[in-house]
């Protein structure tokens, strides 16, 4: 994926806004995700060109790829630890249980 691409897509279909044209392109990522999974339950060698292994490592990085090329960067450190801070599940993907939130002791 270049950035010329983007533009390209961006001028054409969203009145050059590149990170909107990013953000189509990651969904339509999405979906040939979902095929590809879908495809290598009844044909595990399909779709060749895809990696065998680590699919969603591959799939995020191309997603993060897709957006950092339209131009987009990650927010600060601090808006992530506070985003986190506010999700009311473990994204640990381990089964456990939220840990305790402190009190406010203001």
Known sequence: ???????????????????????????????????????????PSGFPSWPQRNLPDYVARRFVATLLDAGWTPPADADIAEAIACLPVDLGGEGKSPAPRPKDVS
């Open 1 to 43: 994926m270049t950035i010329e691409f983007l533009s390209a897509t961006a001028y054409a279909k969203h009145k050059g806004d590149p990170i909107e044209a990013a953000v189509d392109l990651v969904a339509v990522l999405a979906e040939v995700h979902q095929e590809v999974l879908a495809g290598r339950v009844t044909n």
